[in-house]
Nanobody, 116 residues
């Protein structure tokens, strides 16, 4: 079992930055999970934002490439999403996901609002 808790969301002006954190706890070893950030805007489908493998290979949605950076610290059981040059269209609830085979865990989400 893995429990995921996101933090770091909030209100930011366009062009600003935020860093989201996702802390994992439980009986499983964090380093064996691929970690991802998803987001869901009002009235829209869930969207994969960024992912990082167990060996720290990364992948990004085209809409965030060059602006967002995903990273992980296995010693702290934490994955991060550094978000720069934020746009109003980045407004969404951001969810952390841990995946290893059939084991699939989600956090409760953190709201990010980009508005002036």
């Amino acid at each position: 079992q893995v429990q995921l808790v996101e933090s770091g969301g909030g209100l930011v002006q366009p062009g600003g930055s935020l860093t989201l954190s996702c802390a994992a706890s439980g009986s499983s070893i964090f380093s064996i999970y691929a970690m991802s950030w998803y987001r869901q805007a009002p009235g829209k489908q869930l969207e994969l934002v960024a992912s990082i493998t167990t060996v720290s290979n990364t992948n990004y949605a085209d809409s965030v490439k060059g602006r967002f950076t995903i990273s992980r610290d296995n010693a702290k059981n934490t994955v991060y999403l550094q978000m720069n040059s934020l746009k109003p269209e980045d407004t969404a609830v951001y969810y952390c996901n841990a995946l290893m085979g059939l084991y699939d865990y989600w956090g409760q989400g953190t709201q990010v609002t980009v508005s002036s």
